[in-house]
């Protein structure tokens, strides 16, 4: 099995270039052909390297972010030979040609990445006020410039009006009345703190300027601030933005702000309410050398933290923000959007940009597996209790019925303790992850859009342990057939037959099929539930 390669150019701000593709893969088919049993998953891209470097023989053009001549080579096609060099590092320092295996050298790059965003293309930042009211706002959004095309009607990157959300939840009666992103007007405060220049001047030295900041660009295309979904709010409930502190050089100082401030003049932002909105951004000193330029940028890393490469410091801290509730007198809230930065597998970059240093020490032993004592498919029956199917060996159908929103819920068990999973996909049947909550020794994974009569294969991500076990993927598939109280693979009269004869039971360990509602109770809804299906089966 290859490593897929992920991409970071050699310039700040030290983050994956745009187009590396995203993973996990996943394989259907084996090396003759044939179609696998279960859809296998991999983590890829598994490491990145840097790419953006001076090449003398590829066609292209010199970058504007370096002090000589020479043309730049960009890409993964450059990222990987870059990896490969490294590896030819790393096998010399252990001892040369027989003293890595693959497998130990796959382990050796991957656990020695430096510290990475966790959680690509996304921020989020929270503040909480004296009386325990909370703004939380989160931005989803990817470096794309595609606007209504190939089906998406509200366009992605700065068209997506979506990508940002804030929402507030508080006392009763209490109300958000004002919210300023970047209040003191500074760099310092605007996120992006690895955004700068670096390189190697004529005497070979290297150097390294830090210009950090994200400024707020209303006048760019797709750039003007416009509101998406309103949860309990109207247009009339928030007033137009009111930008301040213009940018001074490279920005154009006419339309380039550090500060975008928002009002709620009719204190209707109570409880439970929220909005989503898009506006123009992008580093405020790019990593071209001498005057450099404001660039315009959607994705949402870097409105957080990041580290430096090499110098390997920084966190996930990014631009701050601040605002006040009001709850019978005002009361300031301030907070700041952070990316998570830590060791591990991310979709975007795999296991982080490899540090070579790190690399050549470190040790060739391959940890263990994370053991998963069960998988089980959990409803909780209202007034009556939690209750679960085991489905650890795969065979066992879970016959509930997750309504209309097809929500369902796995939890897989551990031995010891989980320390993180990177995420969850799916690689068989149809639906998506909703969440995925690491407490104790389980992973909950929440799934939504789940059609029944179909096999559903949830994949853990990167799985770790407080013992050291890693696993890369941990696999459980639920059977999904509802009505099939006798457990079989097919609704039938005996389904039906079952069911009947359990109405007006209290629900218990020993019935709980039988509410195919989970509402509490086995009544004629869940007769008729299980009457509706008869005739479906599953694999």
Avoid at 95 to 110: C, D, I, K, W, Y
Avoid at 352 to 371: D, K, Q, R, W
Avoid at 377 to 394: E, L, P, Q, W, Y
Wanted: glycine fraction near 12%; hydrophobic fraction near 35%; charged fraction near 10%.
């Amino acid at each position: 099995m290859g490593n897929g390669v992920g991409a970071y150019s050699v310039f700040p701000p030290n983050r994956p270039e745009t187009f590396t593709s995203p993973g996990p893969a996943i394989y259907y088919f084996n090396n003759d052909n044939s179609r696998k049993a279960t859809p296998e998953v991999r983590l890829q891209p598994r490491i990145s390297a840097a790419d953006g470097a001076n090449t003398s023989f590829f066609a292209g053009s010199d970058s504007t972010s370096d002090v000589d001549t020479n043309r730049n080579f960009s890409g993964t096609s450059a990222s990987s030979p870059h990896a490969a060099g490294i590896a030819a590092l790393v096998l010399q320092a252990k001892g040369g040609p027989g003293s890595v295996s693959p497998a130990q050298m796959t382990n050796l790059l991957e656990n020695s990445a430096y510290p990475h965003d966790l959680d690509p293309m996304f921020v989020k930042g929270t503040a909480t006020a004296s009386d325990g009211g909370t703004v939380t706002i989160t931005c989803n959004s990817d470096a794309s410039s595609i606007a209504g095309i190939f089906g998406l009607t509200t366009g992605v990157g700065l068209a997506d009006k979506n990508s940002w959300k804030v929402t507030y939840n508080g006392p009763a009666g209490s109300f958000v009345t004002d919210l300023t992103f970047n209040p003191t007007g500074s760099a310092a405060a605007a996120g992006s703190p690895t955004s700068g220049q670096n390189g190697v001047d004529g005497s070979l030295n290297y150097f390294r300027t830090i210009t950090p900041g994200i400024v707020f660009e209303p006048a760019v295309a797709n750039g003007a601030f416009a509101t998406g979904t309103l949860t309990g709010l109207t247009a009339s409930d928030i007033s137009a933005p009111v930008f301040s502190n213009l940018a001074p050089a490279p920005s154009n100082g006419t339309n380039q702000y550090w500060t975008m401030a928002l009002a709620f003049p009719n204190s209707n932002f109570t409880t439970a309410k929220g909005f989503n909105f898009t506006v123009g951004r992008g580093q405020q000193h790019n990593s071209a050398l001498g005057a450099g330029a404001t660039t315009v940028e959607a994705t949402a890393d870097i409105l957080g933290g990041s580290i430096l490469i090499p110098e390997n410091t920084g966190n996930g801290t990014g631009m701050a923000f601040s605002g006040h509730i009001n709850d019978g007198g005002s009361l300031a809230f301030a907070g700041t959007l952070n990316n998570i930065i830590g060791a591990g597998y991310s979709v975007l970059d795999g296991y982080g940009f490899i540090n070579a240093e790190a690399a050549a020490t470190a040790s060739l032993t391959i940890p263990s597996a994370v053991t998963v004592s069960s998988v089980l498919s959990r409803f909780t029956h209202a007034g009556s209790g939690t209750f679960d199917v085991n489905i650890t060996s795969g065979t066992a159908t879970e016959c509930r019925d997750g309504g209309t929103a097809g929500n369902y819920t796995m939890v897989f068990t551990a031995t010891n303790p989980l320390t993180s999973v990177a995420g969850a996909v799916l690689s068989e049947g149809s639906g998506s992850v909703s969440n995925v909550a690491v407490a104790g020794n389980t992973a909950t994974v929440s799934l939504t859009g789940v059609p029944n009569a179909q096999r559903v294969t949830v994949n853990l991500l990167d799985v770790r342990d407080n013992a050291g076990n890693v696993s890369q993927v941990v696999s459980g598939t639920m059977r999904l057939l509802i009505g099939d109280t006798t457990n079989n693979g097919s609704v039938n009269a005996g389904d039906v037959s079952q069911t009947k004869i359990q109405v007006g039971a209290l629900v218990g360990a020993g019935n709980f099929r039988q509410d195919v509602n989970h509402n509490g109770s086995i009544n004629a809804g869940d007769v008729s539930n299980v009457k509706i299906h008869v005739g479906t089966s599953v694999p």
